[in-house]
């Protein structure tokens, strides 16, 4: 089973400042990764798959790159409603397709 | 509009038994793969097994192999999450969710939830 982990847990930023979140895999999943951002009290919102492919309506300040075993979701200037958690997935070859532990980004 | 509508919250007791459902619309049901995501209070998102409604061909992640049973309707478009026997540690909320495409299970349509509590 493909372990992802995820850096920072958390990340304090100031709206307008860029943010970097990072996943690792611990063997390549190629690239085969998505990135969710998650609000409380509500389902996830798939933001990057591909790992760089921004989904539907997705904002342009989000971007993801990274390939194999290393992954970057970048938030370049931070809105007010990007406050939330986000989740990196695998899905490389076989299931499961095992989600990352999150990084919280907060309010600094 | 792709949606995904599960059903409401539920309440059981340890023992029980219980199916929550998620029905699709605004899509072809059967070419798409539909998962399931366990997510227990205050905690992160856990990948319990998908299912091809097109033929059932289901996979699941070997920490819910033979705990949980997935399953679909293709009739009606639905897709199933159930337990013979609930216990206590699986209260959570549990969502179901669209992959992308055939080759690629990443989630992009997400139901909005249900809610399961398991308490004697």
């Known amino acids: 089973e493909i372990v992802l982990t995820q850096s920072p847990a958390t990340l304090p930023v100031s709206p307008g400042e860029r943010a970097t979140l990072s996943c690792r895999a611990s063997?390549?999943?190629?690239?085969?990764l998505a990135w969710y951002q998650q609000k409380p009290g509500q389902a996830p919102r798939l933001l990057i798959y591909g790992a760089s492919a921004r989904a539907t309506g997705i904002p342009a300040r989000f971007s993801g790159s990274g390939s194999g075993t290393e992954f970057t979701l970048t938030i370049s200037s931070l809105q007010s409603e990007d406050f939330a958690v986000y989740y990196c997935q695998h899905y490389n070859k076989w299931p499961p397709f095992t989600f990352g532990p999150g990084t919280k980004v907060d309010i600094k | 509009e792709v949606q995904l509508v599960q059903s409401g919250a539920e309440v059981k007791k340890p023992g029980e038994s219980l199916k929550i459902s998620c029905k699709g619309s605004?899509?072809?049901?059967?070419?798409?793969?539909i998962g399931w995501v366990r997510q227990m209070p205050g905690k992160g998102l856990e990948w319990m097994g998908i299912i091809y409604p097109g033929d059932s061909n289901t996979r699941y992640s070997p920490s819910f192999q033979g705990q949980v049973t997935i399953s679909a309707d293709k009739s009606i478009s639905t897709a199933y999450l159930q337990w013979s026997s609930l216990r206590a540690s699986d209260t959570a909320m549990y969502y179901c969710?669209?992959?992308?495409?055939?080759?690629?299970?990443?989630?992009?349509?997400w139901g909005q939830g249900t809610p399961v509590i398991v308490s004697s």
């Open positions: 605004g899509y072809s049901f059967t070419t798409y793969w």
């Open positions: 969710a669209r992959c992308v495409a055939t080759n690629d299970y990443s989630f992009d349509y």
């Open positions: 063997q390549s999943v190629s690239s085969n």
